[in-house]
């Protein structure tokens, strides 16, 4: 199993590819929308390479409520369990 | 009737020879060619192996992330009209809230759009389902992209247009842009035409319908308008813009002024969907409604940025044209094609030749035709073959553009003193 670190880290580098945002930037706490400036859009480019980098489903009345990193990364840890 | 002066207060180019308007200027007064062979894998099962490709890749000059939510059409255009918006200076004006948006319109042409986005979408959709289809396709895929990102860059807020009329559509943006400045719809409108079809798919399609030369010798004399040789175009890519403006307008911010649009000639041939008029009717008529617009005396225009393509119909039906529309006076117009060089940029190819064009008014000189080696007898024209001074004075200049479909478009350009 992944740790949290492991795919906050990995999750970072995603975001980073898709929206540009520094990869230390994108911390627990954070905001997608209004810490990281993700539009809609690349939030969807996000959670569908998540979707392929963790080997789960995001299904999208879903996404709407992964308002924060931490929040993305707890969903990936319960679906992975 | 008295009408609005049009102006060109800024130029952008990125081009097969090229990445920006000063190294694509020195190239082609150098007779330089841009065509190269395709290293892309695909391109060993294609009967054409060729093309004009970019020469600076605009992912190296783009932001990274802004790059990749681009199609490569609106990467290309947004590159040369960066450098454009900063040649007029209107940049700083915008930035100092100076220029009223509101006035200010985009006329960027293509001919086909975001063709590789669709095409790689379509190869995703297959390969991996319909999830991994890119949210951002449509927005980078819309024909009207490039048009959209450069109105997002320029502030315009009084016209986003994007004609679209195959090889003429770059020159259909120019023209249209002067109808909105001179209809008081808009200041300043940035226009052009940017294209980026080097992919397998319209690369087979135009080799199939045998538009494409298949001459495997050196790649930098494939491209021959007017050669006895030549036997189809070569594919280029790239975007043009020009900032165009009321002369009231240019005036009242002391802008530079490089030359004068005088007016534009559009037609339709009504003959065939893809082979011009033998006789080149269309396009005459197309120079003539140009030289009217301008009220043009013939014995003024001394150069002529030709479509000419280096196919065997087109070539020789140009020079007609020119014969029957400027009489006599075509003895002294130095013509010449600048696809010689850069390939053909089909949406792009009457911007970047509209560009060349300007240039050539002022700074006096005819880049050369390239690999005329042999000029055909049919065609009665003085081609540059090595750079050639014009004249000083108050000169005027043509560059003609014409699209499968049977569009036609001449655009009159005027020195400026």
């Known amino acids: 199993m992944a740790t949290t670190e492991e795919i906050r880290s990995d999750l970072a580098d995603i975001v980073n590819e898709v929206a540009g945002v520094e990869p230390n930037e994108v911390q627990l706490d954070k905001s997608f929308v209004d810490d990281l400036d993700v539009d809609s859009l690349s939030m969807v480019e996000v959670v569908v390479a998540a979707e392929e980098k963790f080997g789960v489903t995001i299904p999208d009345d879903q996404v709407k409520n992964l308002t924060t990193v931490g929040d993305a990364v707890s969903y990936i840890e319960r679906a992975q369990a | ?417």
């Open chain 2, 1 to 417: 009737m008295s009408q609005t002066r049009v102006v060109v207060t800024g130029l952008g180019v990125t081009s097969p020879v090229g990445g920006d308007v000063p190294s694509t200027w020195e190239a082609l007064l150098a007779g330089r060619s841009g065509v190269r062979p395709l290293t892309q894998d695909w391109a060993e099962t294609l009967p054409v192996k060729i093309a004009g490709t970019a020469l600076v890749d605009p992912t190296v000059v783009l932001e990274r992330v802004k790059a990749r939510r681009l199609d490569r059409t609106s990467q290309l255009a947004l590159v040369a009209a960066m450098e454009a918006w900063a040649d007029s200076g209107l940049d700083a004006a915008q930035a100092s809230g100076d220029l009223d948006g509101d006035r200010v319109g985009v006329a960027m042409a293509s001919g086909i759009g975001g063709v590789t986005t669709l095409l790689d979408n379509y190869d995703t959709l297959r390969e991996k389902g319909p999830r991994r289809v890119s949210p951002l396709a449509v927005p980078m895929l819309m024909p009207n992209a490039p048009a959209a990102n450069v109105s997002l860059y320029v502030g315009a807020r009084a016209a986003v247009n994007t004609p679209v009329s195959a090889c003429a559509s770059g020159n259909e943006g120019i023209a249209l842009a002067v109808d909105q400045i001179r209809l008081g719809r808009a200041d300043v409108v940035v226009a052009g035409g940017t294209e980026a079809a080097i992919h397998p798919l319209p690369m087979a399609a135009f080799a199939n319908m045998m538009a494409l030369s298949k001459n495997a010798g050196d790649p930098t004399t494939v491209s021959r308008p007017w050669d006895t040789a030549r036997d189809g175009f070569v594919l280029g890519e790239g975007a043009g813009v020009l900032v165009l403006e009321s002369e009231e307008h240019a005036r009242a911010r002391g802008a530079t002024i490089y030359a004068e649009v005088l007016g534009a000639g559009i037609t339709a041939d009504s003959h065939d969907i893809a082979q011009p008029d033998p006789e080149g009717r269309g396009g005459s008529r197309a120079i003539r409604r140009a030289l009217a617009e301008a009220d043009l005396d013939p014995a003024r225009v001394k150069h002529v940025n030709a479509h000419a393509t280096s196919t065997p119909l087109g070539d020789i039906a140009e020079g007609l044209m020119l014969h029957a529309t400027l009489g006599a006076a075509v003895d002294d117009v130095v013509v010449t094609s600048t696809k010689s060089m850069t390939g053909h940029l089909l949406g792009g190819a009457g911007a970047l030749e509209s560009v060349a064009t300007v240039l050539a008014l002022r700074h006096r000189r005819v880049p050369p035709t390239i690999n005329l080696d042999d000029q055909d007898p049919q065609v009665d024209l003085d081609i540059a073959t090595t750079v050639r001074d014009l004249p000083d004075g108050d000169i005027a200049a043509l560059n003609n553009s014409f699209g499968f479909g049977g569009a036609n478009v001449a655009v009159a350009f005027g020195s400026w003193s």
